[in-house]
Nanobody
Framework: QVQLVESGGRLVQAGGSLRLSCAAS????????MGWFRQAPGQGREFVAG????????YYSDSAKGRFTMSRDNAKNTVYLQMNSLKPEDTAVYYC????????????WGQGTQVTVSS
């Protein structure tokens, strides 16, 4: 498995920007696909963005498309989620997750970082 630690969450005003980071250790980072998920109070965990081991062609949920950008730096064992034009409905705990390249299930999760967007 991969050990994951998220950072960068904080309180921000609507329309603002944040960059979340997720540092990985353990399994060879360049062999894992990565994802960002979020969970708002009283709601289930939802997919936000994903990126393959190579970093090519990240993909996004409809709510994130056009506002969020996911990237990775395999030399630093880190993935990022740049979030722009934030909305109050983006308020959630954000988690990064890892899965073996090409597999379906994410099997490693971080502890989460809180993002709060005020109106």
């Amino acid at each position: 498995q991969v050990q994951l630690v998220e950072s960068g969450g904080r309180l921000v005003q609507a329309g603002g920007s944040l960059r979340l980071s997720c540092a990985a250790s353990g399994r060879t980072f360049s062999s894992v696909d990565m994802g960002w998920f979020r969970q708002a109070p009283g709601q289930g965990r939802e997919f936000v963005a994903g990126i393959s081991w190579s970093g090519r062609s990240p993909y996004y949920s409809d709510s994130a498309k056009g506002r969020f950008t996911m990237s990775r730096d395999n030399a630093k064992n880190t993935v990022y989620l740049q979030m722009n034009s934030l909305k109050p409905e983006d308020t959630a705990v954000y988690y990064c997750a890892a899965r073996k390249a090409g597999s379906v299930t994410y099997d490693s999760w971080g502890q989460g970082t809180q993002v709060t967007v005020s109106s």
